[in-house]
């Protein structure tokens, strides 16, 4: 069993940046697919970015070229870097393990609580 634990997100302006971090505890995840998702009230959970242990990497469209998503095996942590952020991102951004590259949430087995992103001015 693993435990993943989100940090970082809160407030941020329209154009800023926030990154978010996410440690995991339990079993070895080096050889496991990581990635994040993030869901809004009344609309489907959507992958934001995965990663693999060799670092081959899916990002969502709308946020190509914005965030970035990296990887600590040793430190068992993943990161997400988000910058230029806009007021759709908003969303509750969850930490996830255990999946695959399509960063399809239906295919992940563990998950973090989520932590709050807000983008506004």
């Known amino acids: 069993q693993v435990q993943l634990v989100e940090s970082g997100g809160g407030l941020a302006q329209p154009g800023g940046s926030l990154s978010l971090s996410c440690t995991a505890s339990g079993k070895s995840l080096h050889y496991h697919v990581m990635g994040w998702f993030r869901q809004v009230p009344g609309k489907e959970r959507e992958g934001v970015s995965c990663i693999s242990p060799d670092g081959n990497t899916y990002y969502l469209p709308s946020v190509k070229g914005r965030f970035t998503i990296s990887r600590d095996n040793a430190k068992k942590m993943i990161s997400l870097q988000m910058n230029n952020l806009k007021p759709e991102d908003t969303a509750v951004y969850y930490c996830?393990?255990?999946?695959?590259?399509?960063?399809?949430?239906?295919?992940?087995?563990?998950w973090g609580q989520g932590t709050q992103v807000t983008v506004s001015s």
């Open positions: 996830a393990a255990e999946g695959d590259l399509t960063c399809s949430g239906w295919n992940f087995e563990s």
